[in-house]
């Protein structure tokens, strides 16, 4: 069994309502539930930081691509929206302002 150290924090009461109604949906402990999101949340970070890392030794290594390329392989991979979504949002934005 995984060792296991005990932590506080403050919990918006959106946050709180969000976990219960998970925990009556799912059976599952708001502790589970925590834990497995703070464990997805921070192996997503931690792979986008291994990402940059590894951007960051291409360009020394003058490995680099051009900027268009960059961002035709992003939304490609669905990292960032296309571009008529982004102009979809964008009106969606300043509609609501």
């Not at 924090?9 to 708001?30: C, E, F, I, K, Q």
């Not at 931690?46 to 951007?55: D, N, P, R, W």
Request: charged fraction near 30%; charge should be negative; avoid cysteine.
């Amino acid at each position: 069994m995984m060792g296991a150290t005990t932590t506080s924090l403050r919990l918006p009461n959106d946050v709180r309502d969000v976990y219960d109604t998970l925990v009556s949906a799912t059976g599952r402990s708001r502790n589970d539930l925590m834990v497995e999101a703070l464990r997805l949340v921070g192996e997503r970070q931690l792979h986008e930081i291994a990402l940059v890392q590894e951007g960051q030794r291409q360009l020394r290594a003058g490995q680099g691509i051009p900027f268009a390329r960059l961002l035709a392989e992003l939304r490609a991979d669905g990292i960032l929206p296309d571009d008529e979504e982004m102009d979809r949002d964008a009106d969606t934005d300043r509609a609501s302002a």
